[in-house]
């Protein structure tokens, strides 16, 4: 649907594809890939060429349910969950959460699912990126993260991959609206150790819990699902160094992946 409308409006304004390239500074053929539907677009090929076509947002939006679409049918639900939130909490005891992933950490957990074609990572990594776009609303959502140390020394890609992806952990906690904690592995804490999870408050609704799981992720707002898990977050949460200490420990971190 995407490449299809693309060429559409780019013969309707009379332009080429040489052109295009020109205008968006991409190159012809990976346009060419994108309007036969056989690569997925980066949201920012999709608004450059939003512009030089005077498409009115209409790429961006067709950008943005393409990566929804590209997200498993349990987990679009959490979607809209996710975009409604005022604040989020959320506990990780074993990788970053995927709202502060960078692109190459995403790509390569992405990449560990078992029968995952590279057309599917791709996509999925380019769906992950674009919930990320909600911190970059006028009025983004609280962000509460909780993380296991172990996170920050699982080496996930490389030594390169992991050093950009705690510089993103760094970066975010200067935000205003992300705060993030470290439980420190010496605790011995067990609590939450089997499985992440997040809570979305939401305006005028009851909290929604996501779950992880092996298979899939699990959205309830079940008043006994958010109870167990609202209590769960809150004793990962005591055992939490506080911020400024959690910063030092990732500080620590960056070191040994430098």
């Not at 705060?179 to 499985?195: C, M």
């Amino acid at each position: 649907m995407f490449g299809d409308e693309l060429r559409d409006r780019r013969m309707q304004a009379n332009i080429t594809q040489q052109q295009l390239a020109e205008l968006t500074q991409f190159s012809r053929s990976l346009l060419a890939f994108v309007e036969r539907g056989e690569r997925t677009p980066s949201r920012n090929l999709a608004q450059r060429c939003d512009d030089a076509l005077k498409a009115d947002g209409e790429l961006v939006r067709l950008w943005t349910k393409l990566t929804r679409d590209a997200s498993p049918q349990w987990f679009r639900g959490w979607l809209e969950t996710e975009q409604e939130a005022h604040t989020l909490h959320t506990w990780q005891p074993l990788v970053v959460p995927g709202l502060l992933q960078t692109e190459d950490y995403a790509r390569t957990i992405i990449r560990g699912e078992a029968g995952i074609t590279l057309a599917q990572v791709e996509k999925a990594v380019h769906a992950r990126m674009e919930r990320q776009q909600i911190f970059n609303r006028a009025a983004p959502p609280m962000l509460w993260v909780v993380i296991d140390e172990g996170v920050l020394h699982r080496p996930v890609g490389g030594k390169e991959v992991m050093r950009k992806q705690i510089r993103r952990l760094l970066e975010a906690a200067e935000s205003p609206y992300i705060g993030v904690q470290v439980v420190p592995t010496a605790l011995g804490v067990t609590t939450g150790l089997l499985g992440g999870f997040v809570i979305a408050q939401i305006p005028d609704a009851a909290d929604t819990v996501y779950i992880e799981s092996a298979t899939h992720g699990h959205v309830s707002n079940r008043a006994e699902d958010v109870r167990v898990i609202q209590s769960s977050y809150d004793t990962v949460r005591a055992e939490a160094q506080p911020q400024p200490v959690s910063i030092e420990l990732i500080r620590e971190a960056e070191k040994l992946w430098t």
